[in-house]
């Protein structure tokens, strides 16, 4: 089994950008907050947000796929929503009118789930759906960025996923990126990164994000 690693600021979101812009939650996947993830909210503060990164494992994170299972096995979801919720209120609370969410697999199920709350204007979700148990009305736009090859559970396939988001009157758009698998954006996990990829499929979401948020 991988290490699990300590890092900086444990329970701390992580904040770029001047504060009062439009505000990105960047919400980690199963692996932890690893430094990937401050190049990616860099990039999104040169495309004219504010970003907060809250860290829902409390200071541990891996590149190990064994441990980052032991790691998504121990959250609470109670816990974790709370923390991406927290975040939204903490980017208004400094002046953002409008708040998206950005989220990875582990991350991505999150913010999905955060977004039928109603709490933000945007989700963009990678590699992640919500199967139809958990599945409710999300009442603002969605883009969702999908590995070519992935595994899901029944009813969480992307078709199906995406079908009940259109049933429900959600405006979505989908991209599914070809040569491509679960993480290829997650440039702390080497064997997984599909460096084209993932930079289309962040100027894909940072055009999004600012057409929900900015324009």
């Given at each position: ?20 812009r439009p505000a990105i ?20 503060v040169h495309a004219g ?98 590995a070519e090859e992935d ?65």
């Amino acid at each position: 089994m991988g290490t699990i690693v300590d890092i900086p600021s444990p329970g701390v979101p992580l904040e770029f950008g001047p504060a009062g812009r439009p505000a990105i939650v960047l919400v980690h996947d199963w692996y932890g907050r690893l430094p990937w993830l401050e190049a990616y909210a860099d990039g999104l503060v040169h495309a004219g947000f504010s970003v907060l990164v809250p860290d829902l494992y409390d200071g541990r994170a891996t590149a190990d796929e064994d441990s980052a299972e032991e790691l998504m096995r121990d959250l609470d979801l109670a816990f974790a929503l709370s923390t991406i919720a927290d975040s939204v209120q903490q980017a208004r609370a400094a002046g953002a009118l409008r708040v998206g969410l950005i989220g990875f697999s582990l991350g991505g199920w999150l913010a999905l789930l955060e977004g039928q709350a109603g709490t933000v204007d945007a989700v963009a979700a990678y590699y992640a759906t919500v199967a139809p148990d958990d599945h409710g009305v999300v009442p603002c736009p969605v883009l969702l960025n999908f590995a070519e090859e992935d595994e899901w559970g029944d009813g969480e396939e992307p078709e199906e996923f995406i079908g009940r988001l259109k049933e429900h009157g959600t405006p979505v758009v989908s991209y599914s990126y070809p040569g491509t698998v679960h993480s290829f954006a997650n440039a702390s996990i080497p064997s997984k990164l599909s460096s084209h990829a993932a930079a289309l499929a962040f100027a894909r979401t940072a055009s999004f994000l600012k057409a929900q948020l900015i324009d």
